[in-house]
């Protein structure tokens, strides 16, 4: 058991670029979660995928953002079209019951 | 739906002396209670979780809640600082099972400890 890891931790990106993040759960997990965190706030749930399916979106998951699982073991996160309101740290968390998070990936759009 | 609401934003406390993070929830259905802790730059770790089992739960690091239903209520106690406990920390609330497993966070307390 590695944990949950993500990559890449940091991210600095011009306006208008397209971002992925990549996730890599605990193995066996079957649950992934995705959630935003903003400069002084609590984390913010985006989307939550049981094995490959995508279960549920938040309405925060505008249409620039896409999530993906494709084997049920790794998932993506891409940010099409950045906007600077998109700068946030972004975290993964793996569950079979209780979520166990990554250390996130922090972006900066310029 | 769930929220949680933590009383505030900042606590200081000098080490060995007693901390005491409050959280209360709402929630529509029975709820299970987190909390974890993030140190800087780094991502969230489990202190401690409720699930319906015995409404005073012990963590790690020393730390413990009490699941009060009348009071809705789930703070988070340390008999004694320590300088490492400095971080900040969220309460968060998720309903039971199934696709409402998803976790509500608090907006944090950021917890600082003094000599």
């Known amino acids: 058991d590695t944990g949950v890891s993500q990559d890449p931790r940091h991210k600095i990106t011009k306006r208008g670029q397209n971002v992925t993040f990549r996730c890599d759960p605990i193995s066996e997990h079957n649950r992934l979660y995705w959630y935003r965190q903003t400069l002084g706030q609590g984390p913010e749930f985006l989307t939550y995928?049981?094995?490959?399916?995508?279960?549920?979106k938040s309405r925060l998951l505008s249409d620039r953002f896409s999530a993906e699982r494709p084997k049920g073991s790794f998932s993506t996160l891409e940010i099409q079209r950045t906007e600077q309101g998109d700068s946030a740290m972004y975290l993964c968390a793996s569950s079979k019951g209780t979520q166990y998070f990554g250390p996130g990936t922090r972006l900066l759009v310029l | 739906a769930q929220s949680v609401t933590q009383l505030g934003s900042h606590v200081s406390v000098s080490e060995g002396a007693l901390v005491l993070l409050r959280c209360n929830y709402s929630?529509?259905?029975?709820?299970?209670l987190f909390w974890y802790v993030q140190y800087p730059n780094q991502g969230l770790q489990l202190l401690l979780k409720?699930?319906?089992?015995?409404?005073l739960v012990k963590g790690i690091n020393g730390f413990e809640a009490e699941f009060k239903k009348s009071e809705t209520s789930f703070h988070l106690t340390k008999p004694s600082a320590h300088m490492s406990d400095a971080a900040e920390y969220f309460c968060a609330v998720s309903a039971r099972g199934g696709t409402a497993s998803k976790l509500t966070f608090g907006t944090g307390t950021r917890l600082q400890v003094t000599l």
């Open positions: 995928f049981q094995n490959e399916a995508q279960l549920e």
């Open positions: 929630s529509s259905v029975p709820p299970y």
């Open positions: 409720y699930t319906s089992a015995a409404t």
